[in-house]
């Protein structure tokens, strides 16, 4: 376009509604102190695009614009958060969704921590060691210092089952399907009990405090890690448990033991496949 075109476009007062569309092809000169290079801007009325082509001096200049737009935002919002926490914490959120930085996520950090609101309470008559939520997220299990282990509700935080030690317990954990729940006590024993009503499944002792827990991912086997100086592995199904001892021993009861020790019951072989 010539200058002569341009002026005439300039004497025409175009109207504001009439234009549609104006692209711009614009230069910077280093020598008058501006970024190197051209962009173009495109304005279009009828979509409501403003488009800064990315890599040009003016995207360059744009992202300067909003990173220090989010900055001032998230400054402001550690200002005012203790007269106004809402206005703070929203303020906080334009300053991310303008330009994501650190100080505008601690800036949110610092209003959630206000705002903060717990889904349930689950309380203990002392500290609270340690927790896990069950495999489904329906359910969570504490362990004490008051010496019990409780299953709750994670929504409503009701009580489902507790599970009493000795000690301290330090450790729980579900198992994989979660219909169990194994703890570690400072009573010496950790132990794995059904977590629906808390009754108790098996025990396996250690010679002093047991720190951690965990099971097995096809949740057959527990270890169990202890100020003893040990780690173990527990078998702790009832039918494993069998299996294992059928495979150590050598014979069945005799006919009178199992008279005396099981009167009245029909005799049967303990380890079918032993005499």
């Known amino acids: 376009m010539t200058n002569e075109n341009r002026c005439e476009l300039y004497e025409n007062r175009l109207k504001q509604e009439d234009v549609k569309r104006i692209d711009f092809v614009i230069s910077n000169y280093p020598e008058g102190g501006d970024i190197p290079g051209y962009g173009m801007v495109v304005i279009d009325q009828v979509?409501?695009?403003?488009?800064i082509k990315p890599g040009s001096p003016w995207a360059i200049v744009e992202d300067m614009r909003q990173r220090a737009l989010a900055?001032?935002?998230a400054a402001k919002s550690e200002q005012i958060?203790?007269?106004q926490l809402?206005?703070?914490?929203?303020l906080a959120v334009e300053s991310i969704q303008i330009y994501p930085t650190s100080v505008g996520g601690l800036a949110l950090r610092h209003g959630l921590d206000q705002l903060a609101r717990h889904i349930a309470t689950m309380p203990h008559e002392d500290s609270v060691n340690a927790v896990a939520f069950s495999p489904d997220g329906a359910r969570v299990a504490t362990a004490s210092y008051d010496g019990?282990?409780?299953?709750?509700?994670?929504?409503?935080?009701?009580?489902i089952a507790t599970m009493p030690h000795e000690g301290s317990v330090n450790a729980v954990v579900f198992s994989p399907?979660?219909?169990?729940?194994?703890?570690a006590s400072s009573d010496g024993s950790a132990k794995v009990w059904n977590a629906a009503t808390g009754a108790e499944i098996a025990t396996m002792p250690h010679e002093y405090w047991v720190l951690a827990i965990a099971f097995s991912p096809d949740g057959t086997r527990?270890?169990?890690a202890s100020s003893d100086g040990s780690a173990k592995v527990w078998l702790w199904l009832p039918e494993d448990l069998i299996n294992e001892a059928c495979s150590r021993l050598t014979r069945n009861l005799t006919p009178k033991e199992w008279c005396q020790y099981l009167p009245g019951e029909p005799y049967c072989k303990t380890c079918p496949n032993l005499p």
Do not use: Y
């Open 177 to 183: 399907d979660g219909t169990r729940v194994a703890t």
């Open 71 to 73: 900055l001032e935002l």
């Open 81 to 83: 958060r203790d007269q």
């Open 47 to 51: 979509r409501g695009i403003k488009e």
């Open 86 to 90: 809402t206005k703070s914490v929203l």
């Open 222 to 224: 527990v270890a169990t």
């Open 148 to 159: 019990t282990t409780k299953v709750w509700n994670a929504t409503t935080g009701a009580e």
